[in-house]
């Protein structure tokens, strides 16, 4: 409970300013890794459905060979809760002289669950090469064996982990182009842009920008530029590791944020103490179906 001991400065005259709550923030920048849905239940779920897989030549006279579909694995998103508070006493609502308390620490309050919203979504990478933190295929988001529900395995890392360079993001990029279905039949992903950690913003820029290659003598085009592989990077301030680069793709139910309760925001005051009680809500998930959504650098 903030009460007047909390202010004291800001109640006399004479303070030139009241700073500390005013500094801008980042846009969302968790909008950038997932695609949102609205969930109306406690959990969602997603199931893996395998389709046929390639037809078979059949000889003359012979019986016709038949598939069948069949569903793989699920994965459970789990509507969290994420809520906040705080109180004020009456005297240091009425006895402060800078502007209402109430409403600077209400804002205060919104930035604080715009940060929670933002470590939990950036967590699904930070925690992306985690065997604790395994996906509906029970292993690690970023995995160099994805069991296959046909058989066989694939990856959505480099085998040796690499930092940010030409080389690296060529190798991924040719990697993402041999994926396949789970029946192996090749499919086309293609690369939507790269997440990556404020200290490499830089570094991309002049791999990317570049007419020729980058930190060489050599005349040779960048073909990542000519053939816009990665047609844009944004930056996310929440990554834990200044090295590990990722790369989010236009597959299907890849990386998913459910939106349960919408932030709901309320003010009450308490009637025995006089007190104004405020305390903010919201439900949500974040998490991966398909994990074709993204891949990765690496366990640098």
Request: aromatic share 12%.
């Amino acid at each position: 409970m903030m009460n007047r001991s909390d202010i004291r400065k800001q109640l006399q005259e004479g303070l030139n300013a009241v700073f500390g709550l005013e500094y801008d923030s980042w846009p969302e920048e968790w909008r950038k890794i997932f695609d949102v849905f609205n969930s109306n239940k406690a959990y969602e779920e997603d199931v893996l459905m395998v389709g046929l897989g390639a037809a078979a030549v059949k000889a003359e006279g012979d019986q016709i060979t038949y598939d069948e579909g069949f569903e793989g694995y699920t994965f459970r998103y789990v509507n969290k809760t994420v809520a906040l508070a705080f109180s004020i006493t009456e005297e240091a609502i009425e006895d402060g002289l800078y502007g209402d308390t109430g409403s600077k620490m209400s804002a205060s309050m919104a930035e604080s669950f715009q940060y929670t919203k933002e470590v939990e979504g950036a967590n699904v990478l930070n925690n992306g090469y985690d065997a604790l933190f395994p996906g509906g295929d029970d292993v690690a988001l970023f995995s160099t064996v994805h069991p296959l529900a046909g058989g066989g395995t694939l990856s959505n890392t480099l085998a040796t982990p690499a930092e940010l360079a030409e080389s690296s993001l060529e190798e991924l990029a040719i990697q993402i182009g041999d994926w396949t279905d789970d029946r192996g039949i090749p499919k086309k992903y293609m690369i939507e842009g790269l997440i990556l950690p404020n200290d490499l913003e830089f570094v991309c820029t002049r791999i990317l920008e570049s007419n020729y290659q980058s930190d060489t003598d050599s005349n040779n085009v960048n073909a990542l530029k000519q053939r816009n592989t990665y047609k844009n990077f944004s930056i996310n301030h929440y990554l834990t590791d200044p090295e590990k680069w990722f790369v989010k793709t236009n597959c299907k139910h890849g990386l998913k944020h459910f939106k349960r309760v919408g932030m709901k925001r309320g003010m009450e005051p308490d009637f025995s103490t006089g007190n104004l009680r405020f305390k903010g809500r919201e439900r949500y998930a974040f998490g991966w179906s398909n994990w074709r959504g993204a891949a990765g650098s690496g366990d640098i």
